[in-house]
């Protein structure tokens, strides 16, 4: 007998008593799981194939043990740019043991935790502590008025030794433009030529 079942988004062919890794479960060692996406179930010639799941399958399992896988080293390149990089990942994985397949939904290990006796003392008790109260006569509760306090003004701040601030310095009315110097009278350009 085996089964095809979905678990954290992979499908695993599963067999009594087998071990599977697959990524990564919640769950400490020793705890017990079951995953309820079964695709298919084969026994003997008999196969039944859900769409896409088969309602009121179950695959119980028991975690062994949470391992990490080898590293797998990744590496980029681009040619003539200076660009390489070198990146290392090992992916966690958990071991499970199969310990049942289960067609029907029913299953040993669920029907024994239902028929576990109740604790009846823990009932009794708040049956007994309900009767009392109820048999006590409550005086009415009289509510007062809620004085609200004034609401407090921060307090002023501590002036520390500050330094006094200047008054920005107003800029100094520039004079105004002086009067073009008159230039000196040009020499003789025409004699000058004349020569």
């Known amino acids: 007998m085996y089964a095809i079942v979905s678990i954290a988004g992979q499908q695993f062919k599963v067999e009594k008593g087998k071990k599977v890794f ?92 239902k028929t576990a006796p109740k604790e009846e003392s823990a009932v009794t008790v708040s049956a007994a502590a309900v009767s009392e109260e109820a048999a006590v006569v409550k005086a009415p509760v009289v509510k007062e008025p809620v004085v609200k306090a004034p609401a407090k003004k921060p307090a002023a701040k501590a002036k520390t030794e500050e330094k006094p601030k200047k008054a920005p310095a107003k800029k100094a009315a520039e004079p105004k433009a002086k009067p073009a110097a008159k230039k000196a009278p040009a020499k003789d350009k025409g004699k000058s030529q004349a020569k």
Do not use: C, M, W
């Open 22 to 113: 697959v990524h990564r479960l919640p769950g400490d060692i020793g705890d017990e799981v079951s995953f309820s996406q079964v695709l298919l179930i084969s026994q003997d010639d008999k196969t039944n194939i859900g769409s896409p799941y088969l309602p009121d399958a179950v695959v119980l399992a028991q975690i062994l043990s949470h391992n990490r896988g080898d590293k797998v080293l990744v590496f980029k390149k681009k040619r003539r740019k200076g660009y390489q990089k070198l990146n290392g990942h090992r992916q966690d994985f958990t071991q499970i043991l199969i310990e049942e397949i289960s067609e029907s939904g029913a299953h040993k290990k669920t029907e024994k935790k």
